[in-house]
């Protein structure tokens, strides 16, 4: 999809004002098909709700989450294929899965394998046919169930196992890092402190796996394909602020978030002294593991250094509080 910003006319203008009007965000006052100041803003309100980067332009990760946003349970069959399925839909159904013991992992709105295992054990849990197809029948029976119980999802309860059983040690852990590569100026900035994270991880004993090498610029959703294939046990990624606000960014959505993501990204905060924020963008959305951003606007070796040594020192500190005598 081509990019649209502020100035642009046209048929693919109105679409994107039609569909940001059904989601709740008018354009005010501009024409239709005409990308106006009043158009931007709904942009940008559509990007903070949706906890986008917030730039006011329709890029691929913008349109996706814009079409995907249109999409309620039950407008349409769900099911596996390649590419999978994703939208509203999709995580709504995953968060009921999981909300009644039918674990199919993250609320991503990616209909992948694991959802397809949840579907098809509630199917046969439930005697319906065992398709892996969600269908009226099966979000009818969903509905039901689902009404009756609100309880913590399986992919939560997972997360709080992952947190509790922690090693103390990076030492031994495949840590996949992610220098982000947007443009030639990221990628160059962000490569010296993925070398030197990789540096300290070495030193530690962990198991450094990157995500590409200095002169190549791989996509974001191809970095996190990676980082499953390589079985990473954490992930870090380094990128530059640019309109983004500085901080260290984890997974969270409007119906989901990763605790042990959000408890690493606390915990590196707190000694690079920024915010942390939650965050929908490939690398923390895709990836199996936990995983965080450091976005900052000046990236230097210093900061791969501290990164791992945060997160080093908060497993140590994890590990204490576990064996600390209770009263």
Not at 113 to 129: G, S
Not at 248 to 267: C, D, K, N, Q, V
Not at 288 to 314: C, K, M, S, Y
């Amino acid at each position: 999809m081509a990019l649209h910003k502020q100035g642009d006319q046209g048929e693919p203008v109105r679409d994107i004002q039609d569909r940001l009007l059904a989601l709740g965000f008018p354009c005010g006052e501009d024409a239709p098909g005409v990308f106006g100041e009043r158009t931007r803003d709904a942009v940008t309100a559509f990007q903070t709700d949706r906890r986008l980067p917030v730039d006011g332009l329709v890029g691929p990760e913008t349109w996706r989450t814009m079409v995907d946003a249109g999409f309620v349970l039950g407008d349409r069959q769900l099911y596996h294929r390649m590419p999978m399925l994703h939208g509203d839909d999709v995580a709504e159904l995953q968060r009921n899965l999981n909300a009644i013991g039918f674990d199919a992992g993250d609320v991503d709105g990616i209909f992948g394998p694991d959802t397809l295992r949840a579907l098809i054990d509630f199917q046969h849990n439930r005697r319906l046919a065992e398709d892996g197809i969600a269908g009226q029948i099966v979000i009818s029976e969903l509905g039901l169930m689902s009404r009756e119980t609100s309880k913590m999802g399986r992919h939560e309860i997972r997360e709080k196992v992952w947190l509790a059983s922690l090693p103390d040690s990076l030492t031994g852990l495949r840590v996949f890092i992610d220098p982000f590569c947007r443009d030639e100026e990221e990628a160059a900035s962000t490569w010296g402190v993925a070398v030197e994270a990789a540096r300290i991880l070495r030193q530690i004993g962990a198991h450094p796996i990157a995500s590409r090498s200095s002169d190549t610029r791989p996509a974001e959703r191809l970095r996190a394909l990676n980082a499953n294939e390589r079985g990473a046990d954490l992930v870090v990624a380094f990128a530059r602020s640019g309109r983004d606000e500085e901080g260290i960014y984890s997974f969270a959505s409007r119906l989901s978030h990763s605790a042990a993501g959000a408890a690493m990204a606390e915990a590196v905060a707190l000694v690079l002294e920024v915010p942390t924020h939650g965050r929908v963008m490939p690398i923390l959305v895709e990836t199996r593991p936990p995983a965080i951003v450091i976005t900052l606007g000046h990236l230097t070796d210093q900061i791969g250094e501290t990164t791992i040594v945060a997160i080093e020192q908060w497993l140590e500190r994890l590990a204490r509080e576990r064996t600390a005598p209770t009263d």
